[in-house]
């Protein structure tokens, strides 16, 4: 077999854009120029572009496309899904989330504590990153504003059950808002289903470039718009739009409804590939998060003795590319956040690699991966002073 220069496996924290996504966007960096809210024809042909991209985004999640708002990114939407609801309802004062959100919720939720006197409510998880419903429907009180829990957990791909949890944050009236960055084109997603009220979703995640995101509104939802000045985005969002991205996420959304059976069969093998093959050849190891409901890209796996930096220092140099977690908090040194919630053993959460597969893994990639990575755990286990090999 041919040795292989670059294996990525990082796309939980970004993707490369699909060649039919950057195709589609190239008449916008040319003769389609014109601003969208502009009366004359050069504006009107761009807005027709928008109008199309946010009829495929509705698509891909079921909802009505003036439930769509255009952003910057994932970080974005969170931002204006909390501090928009908080805005809207002054009342209110508590605000409940999970103890294994990405910071783009967790630290939004800490400022708004620190800053504005908010209680904020972080739900446990258990050993799978599972929540607890109970603790849930316990937490919920008439003084709670909004609910954030994510879809599909970045680290470990743990989903959480959105349809339940929907139902409760409604049976006690609490606005749900669910950061859906990871789980959009990658499983199916029905907002006719979800009672969800704000949804966030990123282009990137999806093979779009860095830049773009959304934010889903459902009509009624009483929030206060972010970003205030002109009308775009019927006033819930203004500055003006950011077409060739736009067009982007469109074609992207309408490559994932295309993409998603592949996403959950031929993607999922080569996931279950990996992970069987390492965990037969490698000793001591562990997938941290729920084996069953979780994405269908994502394994993260704790190899016990060893620290995960050098693994991915070691990965790296064979030109493997995966991550110890959230590309947000990279440069810690600490365990991850999510781990430590889930309880898992320090030995093995400071060893953790998380390796994440798009439509774009081959298979001759994963078994580049599966040679490569065990003579790495090896090495790197003959250094450290708590490897035991007779154990």
Known sequence: MTE???VYLDNNATCMVSPGVREVM????GELYGNPSSMHSFGGQV????????EKVAALINASPDEIIFTSCGTESDNHAIRGVVEANPDKKHIVTTKVEHPAILNVYRFLAKHKGFRVTELSVNKQGDLDLEELKAALTPDT???SVMAANNETGTLFPLEEIGAIAREKG???HTDAVQAVGKIPIDLKRIPADLLSLSGHKLHTPKGIGVLYIRRGTRISPFIIGGHQEHGRRAGTENVPYIVALGKACEEAMNDMFEENNRVRKLRD???NGLRSAISHTYINGNPRWRLPNTTNIGFEFIEGEAILLHLSAAGIAASSGSACTSGSLEPSHVLMAMQ??????HGSVRFSLSKFTTEEEIDYTIKTVPPVIQRLREMSPFYDPKA
Do not use: D, G, N
């Open 145 to 147: 504003a909004i609910l």
């Open 47 to 54: 807005a027709e572009h928008v109008k199309s991209a946010r």
């Open 344 to 349: 898992v053993p320090f030995s093995y959460a």
């Open 273 to 275: 590939k990996l992970e």
């Open 174 to 176: 609490v606005i749900f």
């Open 4 to 6: 292989l220069k670059q």
């Open 26 to 29: 190239q008449p916008f960096f």
